[in-house]
Structure formats: C-alpha cells, structure tokens
C-alpha cells in the first residue's frame, strides 16, 4: 500500500508511457508496411536493430546502475559521469558506424542512447511524468517526421534520419540537465554491476534479435515471414513485463513495498494472454489472411506473456538487490535454452516449434532468475556455468542442425531434401535396394552442388564470377559452363532476346537497389543498366573453351537455365548408379526417369493451396517461371525477378508459364523467354517447336500451346 499511496499517479504514468510507446510503434510499422516494400521493410529493420544494439552498447549497463544506486544514495554526480560516459561511447561507435555502414544509423545510434540514458534518469529521480511525456513525445514526433522525410526524399533512408531527430530531440533536451555535476569516479564505484548489467543488457539484446537470424538461416525466409508476423503480436500484448520493470525498479531501489502490483500485474498476465490468443482468431483472418498460418504460433506465443511478466518482476527485484550477476547469468541461460529450442523444436515442428521457442525462452529466463539466487556459495557462478554449459549445447545442436541435406527411407522410397541454388531441393528414388538408393541420391545432390559452384554469379570461385569480372577479356571455362551459355544464347537468338543471359545488371537493378532504395528507379538509372544488356556482346570461343564480353561493365546471370541444366545432370548421375525410377525437384523444376508415371500439381499463381491442374510425368520435364516466387510489392506494383531485357522493367504480361518438355535445361530457359515474350508471342514459339506448354495471362486467363494434352481444373 506503500508505493501507491506514496506515489499513486508513478504506476499509471509508466503504463501509459509503455502503452502508448507500443501502440505509436506498432502503428508506425504498420504504415511501412504499406509504404514501402517488404525488402526495404526488412532492410530498414535490419539497420534499426543495429542501431538499438548499438546503443545497448554505449549505455553500458549506466542506465539501470542510475536507478538502482541513486534512489538509495542520491547523488546526482552519478547521474552526470553516467550520461557523459553514454554521450562519449555514443559519439564514438556513431561515427564509426557512418564510415563503415551508414551515416544515418550512426546518427541514430546516438540519438538512442541519449534518449535511453535520459529517461532512464527521470526513473532515478522518480520523475515519472516527465518519463510518461518523454516517452509520448518521442513516439509521436517519430511516427510522422520519418514519413514526412521519406515522402520528400523518395529514400528510406529519409525514415532513419526522421527516426535520429527525433531520438535526438528528446535525447539532448534530456541531457543538459545531467552534465553540470559529473563524477567519474563515482560512476567507477559501480564498476562490477555495471559491467553485469551491461552484459545483461547485451544479452537480452541478443534474445530479442538472434531468433530472426537464426530463423532465416535455417528455415527460410517465407517461414521468418509468418514468424516475424505473430512475434509482433506477442510484442504488442506484451507490454506489460516492460511496465512492471521499469516502474519497479525505481520503487524496489526506494525500498517501497510493490507486492500488491505484482500480483495484479500476474493477473494481468492471464487476461492479456487470453486476449493475444482471441486477437489470433477473431482479427488475423479477416485482416491478414495471408498470415492465417500464424494464428496458432500467435496463440502460443501470447502464453509467454505469463513467465515474461514473471521474469520483468524479478529482473527489478533483483537489480534493485544490485544482484545484476544473476540477471546476466539468466539471460545467457535463457538465451541458450532459446537456440536449442529453435533448432530442435524448429526442425521437428515447424512453425509451431519456433513459436514454442519463445515460449521456452521466456520459461527458461523466468526460472533462472527464481532458481538462481536460491544457490549459496556463489549463485553467480554457478549461473554463469548452467549459461555457459546452455551456450555450449545450443552451439553444438545448431551446428548440427545446419545440415545442406537429410534422407528419409520409408519402404523402397528414398528421399531426400536439402537446400541447393538458393532453393529447396527433392530427390526421390524408388529402389528395393535401399543402401544404393542412398548413396544415389547423395550423389545426385553432390552434383547440384557442384554445377551451382561451377555458374553461381555470387560465388567468387565459380567460372561465372569470373567472367563478370573480367571485363572484356577472355576468360577460359569448362566444356559444362560453355554448353549452357550456348544453350542461352540460342534461346536469345530464336525469342528475338527475350531470353538474354546478359541481363543481370537489371536483375540486380530491381531484386537489389530498388530493395534498398525503395523506389523506382530514374529513367537515367534505367538507361545506363540496358546500355550494359545485349546478348549480342557476349563472344563464346567453343573451340579454345573460352569467353568475354565485348562493352566493359557487362554480366551474365544462368538463373534461366543453370537450374534445369543442374536437374538434368542429377538425373544422369541417378541413371549412372543404376536408378530406375526417381524425381528430381528443385525449386519446383522437376524431371522424372524411369516407367513410373509421377503426378505433379501445377500450382496457382495467385492461390498458394490451389492447383491449376494436375500432370502425369513418365521420363519428362516440367518447368514453371511465375512473378509469385521472388517478388515484392512497391506500393501496389508487384515486382519480381523476370526482368524484360528490351524495356528493363519486370515482365508483366504473363503470371506464370509451365513447359513441358523432354529434358529440365529447355524446360527452364523456354518457361523463362515465354514468359518475358508475352501470350500471344509464346504461345507462337511453343507451337513452333512442338512443345506443351500453359501460360496464365495477367488478367488470369489461361492459355496451352497446340501440344497441350493435360487436363486442366475447371475444363
């Protein structure tokens, strides 16, 4: 009854500071979302977390060490060295990071460490309103200055300087009144829990941020898409562990009682909990129905609100017994509970298992900072020792959950999946002999994996590095790379160049620049990339086994053509070995051998769960080229990776094509220059060359070339 009566408006200034905060933020995303695409959203993510990791750094653990020691001291020299130890790190790191990354995140790693250190001191000073109207105006000024400045710049990165003036702002206003009285020496009394909170800090820092690199490493990027989706729901329903901290760690280091907001802020817990999991199922499918898949992992993420509530409790507590030893050492622990429950509830459960991780996490961090102090004889080490031995074992379960395949046997069927050409990959065998079935599919992987080696355009040892490096020299290549460079160029030569290998420099125009940039690109951009795209200027020596470019700053991409070529290469490899019957897929490429008869789907461009049709594939190739596998949204323009080579921008006359054929190496390019040369045009070349084909036009409509002998749904 203490605290409330002794400060009745503190608790209530903190949950309107924190709520407001929440919502000004999540609203602020929600309208980048729309803004901008989603890489530019990632992107900017990316560099703000940097940002914020940054600043975790250069308030080295001061801000805590503040509220803790000056309720119970007060001594304002500690307030002064601590903000201009936070104001030096922070000029420091900030300039170091404009040279080496960006200007704009340097700026706002300062601007978020000065905010940082100055509200923390309004909690020192128990200045809750003034903490409340901080927190109020920073949200506000920096949900409309970012977009005003986006809106004039036409860059995101007019988001990031909005963001650094606003944090600056309040950042500065703040730190004048805390560098008139400074004692260094006074902050060096507090060393030894300083530096534990600091790592504490960096801990949480590294919980908060880890799971999404982890994530998109070994699950992909559609799977984080979801994740990232429901983590920031849980976000939003849990803002109540940060309420309960920072408004008891100040009343804790006062020595007032808070025991009766505990428990209403437990029971809280319970409610808010319920609430994320009715949010999953009343508003996600109506509002977000391509996250539905979400509406589980949300529900279960909502139930770590309890222990995380549970955990922000005790983290004051115990900060406010300067037992700072303890919170660190918990956080490691929980952060290696975390990567342990990724990489092995992931792999087991998927989407589900990645959502029960932060469930574990938040278990793991709440049961470290109960059970911890409850050891004698040294409970920091001993925490720091479970930490450590969690690290250790999360360590070596990631490294072996990094795995580029795995094989499953079920009966005569072998299978195995892995990850090749930056896509999925399946080699099924049916075999009685299942121990040659094995090694037939490793083998067959083994090989994707080397063509990728041999025309990746990103490796720096591979033969096509090479040669868009070499500017118009020669430059020597096996018999394989100049095969599939001839293969593209006769596809340039009979599409009139709608297939050209030379293209790259537009790809990486629109799949990379206009990511970052978030905008379209100037005509002038446009015109200097399409002076560099001609498959003419490409001069192939067969003979000597060698090749180059005639205009320097020229560049092939084989992403058309080098995955059908990879496909039918594992295919000799399974028929060397003594394979039968097998199905080779990767990224949805398939070629099948043998007298099976394998039936695949032919998925909808537009509707992931539904199927065009469904095809029977006896010793065949099927290939599709769509603008729904590698695309983004800028405003309301899709845009993807199909570049046009004659007009620079994407393709847009066509959905999808699949084509049929003998072999996946023309299955591929004829899908790609199909695709680029528009319905009418394709169609035309499919019927020229006898070839099966189904092209869905970007009003929908679905057209098959003569030699079409498939059923289709709806026909």
């Known amino acids: 009854m203490g605290a409330v009566s002794k400060n009745r408006h503190g608790f209530a200034q903190v949950v309107i500071a924190q709520v407001t905060a929440a919502i000004l933020g999540t609203i602020f995303w929600l309208l980048l979302a729309v803004l901008i695409h989603p890489i530019a959203y990632g992107h900017l993510s990316w560099l703000i977390s940097i940002a914020m990791i940054l600043s975790t750094l250069c308030t080295f653990g001061l801000g805590k060490t503040m509220v803790t020691y000056h309720l119970k001291e007060k001594n304002s020299k500690l307030l002064g060295g601590s903000a201009v130890i936070v104001l030096a790190l922070s000029l420091i790191v900030g300039a170091g990071t404009s040279l ?197 992992s949300i529900q279960i ?101 990094v795995q580029s395949s795995q094989i499953t046997v079920n009966g005569d069927r072998v299978k195995l999946t892995g990850v090749a050409m930056d896509t999925t990959v399946s080699i099924t065998v049916i075999e009685n002999d299942t121990e040659k079935a094995t090694t037939a599919v490793k083998d067959a992987f083994n090989e994707i994996i080397r063509v990728e080696g041999l025309m990746s355009p990103e490796e720096e040892s591979s033969e096509i590095y090479a040669l868009n490096h070499s500017g118009t020299s020669w430059v020597n290549l096996s018999p394989e790379t100049i095969y599939v460079l001839k293969k593209s160029l006769y596809y340039s030569g009979i599409s009139g160049g709608c297939f050209d290998p030379t293209v790259k420099p537009l790809v990486d125009m629109w799949m990379k620049k206009v990511k970052t940039q978030g905008k379209i690109p100037d005509p002038t951009d446009l015109s200097d990339e399409l002076e560099l795209v001609g498959w003419e200027n490409l001069v192939i020596d067969e003979e000597n086994g060698r090749a180059r470019f005639l205009k320097e700053g020229m560049q092939v991409t084989l992403g058309g053509i080098a995955k059908g070529y990879a496909i039918d290469r594992a295919c ?55 603008d729904y596998r590698r695309f983004f949204f800028l405003g309301s323009t899709r845009i993807h990776h199909i570049i046009n080579p004659k007009t620079g921008y994407p393709a847009e006359a066509c959905m999808s094509v699949t084509v049929v054929t003998e072999n996946c190496i023309d299955a591929d390019a004829l899908s790609t220059t199909v695709f680029v040369m528009g319905p009418d045009d394709g169609k035309e070349l499919l019927d020229f060359l006898g070839i099966k084909g189904l092209i869905v036009t970007s009003d929908g409509q679905t057209i098959t070339s003569n030699s079409w002998d498939f059923s289709l749904n709806g026909s």
């Open 301 to 401: 993420m909502g139930l770590a609100i309890i222990p995380a509530t549970i955990a922000g409790i005790k983290t004051a507590d115990l900060y406010a017994q300067e037992k700072a030893h303890v919170v660190l050492g918990s956080h490691l622990f929980a952060l290696g509970v975390g990567i342990v429950s990724i990489t092995s509830l992931g792999k087991a459960f998927g989407l589900l298992g990645l959502a029960s991780s932060v469930l574990a996490l938040q278990v793991a961090l709440a049961a470290g900072l109960i059970f911890f102090p409850k050891f004698r004889g040294g409970s920091g080490k001993i925490a720091a020792s479970l930490a450590g031995v969690a690290l250790i074992t999360a360590l070596m379960l990631s490294s072996t959950s």
């Open 572 to 626: 000799e490899v399974l028929e060397k070995s003594g394979v039968k019957q097998a199905l080779v897929d990767v990224g949805g490429d398939i070629r099948t051998i043998g007298a099976k008869s394998w039936t695949v789907a032919i998925q909808h461009p537009r509707q992931e769960s539904e199927w065009l049709g469904i095809i029977e594939l006896e010793n065949e190739a099927v290939a599709t080229s769509g």
């Open 100 to 296: 080496v990354l960006d200007p704009w995140v340097g700026l706002l790693t300062v601007g978020l460490s000065l905010f940082s250190i100055t509200t923390y001191a309004e909690l020192a000073k128990r200045q809750y309103k003034h903490y409340m109207w901080m927190w109020i105006g920073v949200r506000t000024i920096s949900l409309f200055l970012p977009i005003w400045i986006y809106c004039s710049w036409g860059l995101v990165a007019g988001i990031l300087a909005g963001l650094a003036a606003s944090y600056l702002l309040f950042g500065l206003k703040g730190l004048k009144h805390l560098c008139f009285d400074v004692s260094l020496r006074e902050v060096w009394k507090k060393i030894k829990f300083t530096v534990s909170t600091w790592g504490a800090d960096v801990s949480k820092v590294a919980i908060n941020f880890l799971d999404k690199v982890l994530i998109g490493v070994l699950f992909g990027m559609a799977i984080l898409g979801t994740y990232q989706f429901a983590y920031r729901i849980f976000l939003l329903f849990a803002v109540l562990p940060q309420i309960l901290f920072f408004y008891l760690l100040p009343e804790k280091s006062a020595g007032e009682k808070t025991s009766r907001i505990e428990t209403c802020g437990i029971l809280a817990s319970l409610v808010l909990a319920g609430a994320a999991s009715l949010f999953a199922l009343l508003v996600v499918p109506p509002l977000f129905p391509n996250f539905v898949d979400g509406i589980q």
